[in-house]
């Protein structure tokens, strides 16, 4: 896919008011989500004390390319805290960072047991969690096989691109 066919993908979303689109094609998959803009709130009624207004959320990204496992690291590893990289190399860990914004789930549902354990072994390609963002419920994998020997996020809580959510020991 070469830039021109991109922007020309781009330009049909916009046009057309879309504001989800996902698309695979040779290995690389294109995911477009655009946010709604935001709805003011009812004028307060007349006497009353408001709190200040919320401030707003930061921008959700427009669009999202990406060719594989090896082409996201270099960019998902910047991203991560300082700490817990220096951690990882100095054990020869291998950091699992979120690669998006969502909320962490250690088990696809309240009821199930967790994906993953603290010493679980695991192989490349296996589920460690699920992040929801925006109502779809995207699958970790890990992409090296190896020891669950931390599990840095919390089950419910929110999560940051690049923050660390396991350290897996390569096997």
Request: glycine share 8%; hydrophobic share 40%; proline share 14%.
């Amino acid at each position: 896919m070469d830039l021109s066919e991109l922007k020309d993908i781009l330009r049909i979303l916009e046009e057309q008011e879309i504001t989800e689109f996902e698309l695979e094609h040779d290995g690389v998959k294109l995911r477009v989500c655009r946010s709604s803009p935001p709805v003011p709130a009812p004028p307060a009624p007349p006497g009353s004390v408001l709190a200040a207004p919320p401030s707003p959320a930061p921008p959700a990204p427009v669009a999202g390319a990406v060719g594989g496992p090896a082409a996201g690291a270099a960019a998902i590893g910047d991203a991560m805290s300082e700490e817990a990289a220096e951690e990882s190399e100095a054990n020869g860990d291998s950091p699992v960072p979120s690669p998006i914004v969502g909320t962490f789930y250690r088990a696809p549902d309240p009821n199930s047991p967790p994906f993953v354990n603290v010493g679980d072994r695991v192989q490349v390609g296996q589920v460690l969690c699920i992040i929801e963002a925006m109502k779809l419920m995207n699958e970790i994998e890990a992409e090296v096989a190896g020891e669950i020997v931390k599990i840095h996020a919390e089950n419910g809580q929110p999560v940051q691109y690049g923050d660390p959510l396991f350290t897996v020991r390569p096997a």
